[in-house]
């Protein structure tokens, strides 16, 4: 995908644009340019890389999810939806995941990726700071 297929526009945290991510059921999802007024070649190719990507990220998350959920919430449920995604310009290769979770709707979980590998779990600022 090129970037004319993307419509870019400027939000609080970023310039951004919004994706369907099939692997994760969801259309239309906010990928953040984190604290950026403008789109490069870096943001082009991040995005391309998570779209190609996203059946790794999803089975990943289903993963990881499972297993924080039961170990700080000692829940079962692990459905999940995914909310926005954030790049950011000065760290390579990094991605954050936010999902929201109905045992903490208020807060939501965040994974932050590094390549295709989970780096962090937990509260959802772990996906953008």
């Known amino acids: 995908m090129k970037e004319e297929f993307f419509d870019f526009y400027e939000d609080d945290e970023g310039i951004s644009t919004n994706v369907d991510f099939n692997s994760f059921k969801v259309k239309g999802i906010q990928v953040i340019y984190l604290e950026s007024e403008f789109t490069d070649k870096k943001m082009i190719a991040d995005i ?25 919430y000692n829940s079962e449920d692990t459905s999940f939806k995914l909310m926005k995604i954030y790049i950011f310009p000065d760290v390579h290769d990094e991605y954050g995941f936010i999902f929201r979770w109905e045992g903490d709707t208020e807060h939501g979980i965040g994974i932050r990726f590094s390549g295709l590998s989970v780096k962090e779990i937990g509260s959802s600022e772990v996906a953008f700071m």
Not at 57 to 71: G, L, M, P
């Open 48 to 72: 391309n890389f998570i779209i190609k990507h996203q059946d790794v990220f999803f089975e990943r998350t289903e993963e990881y999810f499972a297993s924080y959920i039961k170990s700080h």
